[in-house]
């Protein structure tokens, strides 16, 4: 079974309860968005855009930015489409089906470059999560920031409930990253730019990023 197919098979029933169900444990998303900090008319790509729900929340935001989403999962992206239309969003957002791992964001969205790129709680279900990350900062403006938030590696918290967590994750083929923070100081060396990361709620997320030279 491909990657695309997986997804699909994950969020075939699972989108119509995302929303309501993730907002108590996909923790940072919406401090990640608080500080984009999108420069007037600046473009936004969200990598892995699932239901919408963050693109949707970045526009109200910042009335003038151009929004644009990738997500693997066609099943996902129909859900999108339809909440992007309910929000009256659908002339602002461009959404499209591609791989993080290695879309052409050129012929998906007639750019290249975008002032913010944010990956929010997908890193964690791409196999080849190193490959995305270099994709995303491959599509970051000079100038521009890349932000993540993810599950994070639970360091203070009892080691009962890690257990637990990763088990359940596991079911829906979510993996923590141990090494985000290492890959993106690299990521960095590697391409230039400034990194940060740092944990949020005590390990449970963990967020990170860049600022492109
Ligand atoms: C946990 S959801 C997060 C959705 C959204 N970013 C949020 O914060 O609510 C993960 C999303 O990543 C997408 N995804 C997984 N692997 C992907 C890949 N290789 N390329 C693009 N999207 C992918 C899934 O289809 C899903 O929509």
Redesign the pocket.
Known sequence: MS?RQM?DG??RYQRHI?DLT?KYY?LG?DGLIADLDVPKGGAVL??????G??LIAVGKAWPKARLYG????EA?LETARACVTKAGMGDRVTLAQ????GFDAAALFGREKFERVF????LS??PEWEM?LHQAARCVAPGGRLEIVDFGQQEQLPTLWKRALFGWLGQFH?SPRRELSGAIERLAQDMGGFPHSRTLYRGYAVRGGLIRV
Do not use: P
């Open positions: 990657h997804m994950v969020y995302y993730r996909l998303r969200e990598i892995g855009c699932g239901t729900r963050n990738v997500d693997i999962s996902m591609g791989d993080a791992c990956i929010s709680y997908a279900m791409i995305a979510v």
